[in-house]
């Protein structure tokens, strides 16, 4: 069966917005998803592996002179996705965000070891150049962009701190190749990470373990467009429908509940997780406690940059009404 690898560019804002969705599909021909390659580069035999994947402005927080003085300024939703495409030499980024947005191409040459770059931001700020990696992943380009003054040009070098992080530093020369004092600089952190994905999981599974909120409360993560499919019960397609589905249930008796996280898959904006339900229900008729345990698959979605649950599958209903009877 054939792959379609497809990119999700969003902008992520404070408070989180999502911009209007580009998607970019092709056929990956049996390479690993570009989800694969940020979860393991070492994996990959593309130059640029370490840059796949998801990138924030680490703190909002943006260093530059374009003339005049030294400035630090904050700029929130700064968001860049690095994708691999049907090549080992090769990355696409796009960078969405406050404008102006944009995107850069690289290019590896394997024979001569050179990276060619070509970019576009805004209505008239391309970019084109050339460099080579310096010290493992490190990347240093020298590149001259349309708009700035003739005949000058700057050095944009891409400094790894750790996985997660890389620090870019741009300074303009003239052609003397000396310094214009011009420059921009700031480091980038990952987002999306297996850990933070993990972590917002078990946020939202805390959620559906709270027994002492109302089921109301509860309904905050799930998505408007929450599919729910328990055995035994028509499906539910909205969060109406879904609380008194909920409610009913709890009429039966109280429940102790965990959520257990087994498997977690990353697809873009989509997150599936494999999972199960323990703990015991307790009749509202007092009579014998009973354990359970039930398997489940969950699908997650971002919505105003965040995850909410959008599907539900079990292999059992916890709670119904012929176990209180």
């Known amino acids: 069966m054939k792959t379609l690898l497809t990119f999700l560019f969003c902008l992520t804002l404070v408070p989180l917005l ?4 580009t998607s970019i599909t092709y056929e990956s021909n049996g390479r690993k998803t570009n989800q694969n390659l940020a979860a393991n580069p070492e994996e990959d035999n593309n130059p640029f592996a ?10 909002d927080t943006w260093t530059q002179n374009w003339g005049g003085q030294n400035d630090t300024i904050t700029i929130p939703g700064h968001h860049t996705i690095c994708s691999a495409l049907n090549t080992d ?6 960078i969405d965000g406050p404008a102006p947005n944009g995107h850069i191409f690289w290019s590896y040459n394997p024979v001569t070891k050179k990276v060619d770059h070509l970019s576009s931001f805004g209505a008239l700020r391309a970019g084109k150049g050339s460099g080579a990696f310096y010290d493992g992943p490190n990347l240093k380009l020298k590149l001259q962009f349309e708009g700035e003054t003739p005949n000058t040009y700057r050095i944009y070098t891409y400094r790894w701190i750790n996985e997660n992080e890389y620090a870019l530093n741009s300074v303009q020369y003239n052609n003397k ?5 011009l420059f921009y600089e700031g480091n980038f952190v990952r987002v999306h990470t297996p850990d933070q994905i993990r972590k917002e999981i078990t946020a939202i599974l805390k959620v559906l373990d709270n027994q002492k909120i109302s089921k109301k409360a509860q309904l905050a993560v799930y998505s408007d467009s ?3 499919m328990a055995p035994n019960t028509p499906v539910i397609s909205n969060k109406k429908d879904l609380l008194a589905y909920l409610e009913t249930q709890q009429t039966y008796g109280r429940v102790v509940i965990e959520h257990q996280i087994g498997e977690i898959s990353t697809y873009g904006t989509i997150v599936l997780m494999r999972g199960s339900v323990s703990g015991t229900f307790f009749p509202s008729n007092g009579g014998t406690a009973t354990p359970f345990l039930t398997k489940n698959l969950f699908v997650f979605t971002r919505e105003q940059g965040q995850l909410k649950i959008a599907k539900i599958i079990y ?7 012929s176990t209180t009877k």
Do not use: C, M, R, Y
């Not at 999502?18 to 969705?21: D, G, K, R, T, V």
């Not at 370490?50 to 703190?59: R, S, V, Y």
């Not at 030499?89 to 796009?94: A, H």
């Open 315 to 321: 292999n059992q209903s916890p709670v119904t009404p």
């Open 89 to 94: 030499n090769s990355l696409l980024s796009i």
């Open 226 to 228: 929450i599919v729910h």
């Open 177 to 181: 190749d000396q310094p214009t004092g």
């Open 50 to 59: 370490p840059f796949i994947g998801e990138w924030t402005l680490k703190n």
């Open 18 to 21: 999502e911009a209007q969705p």
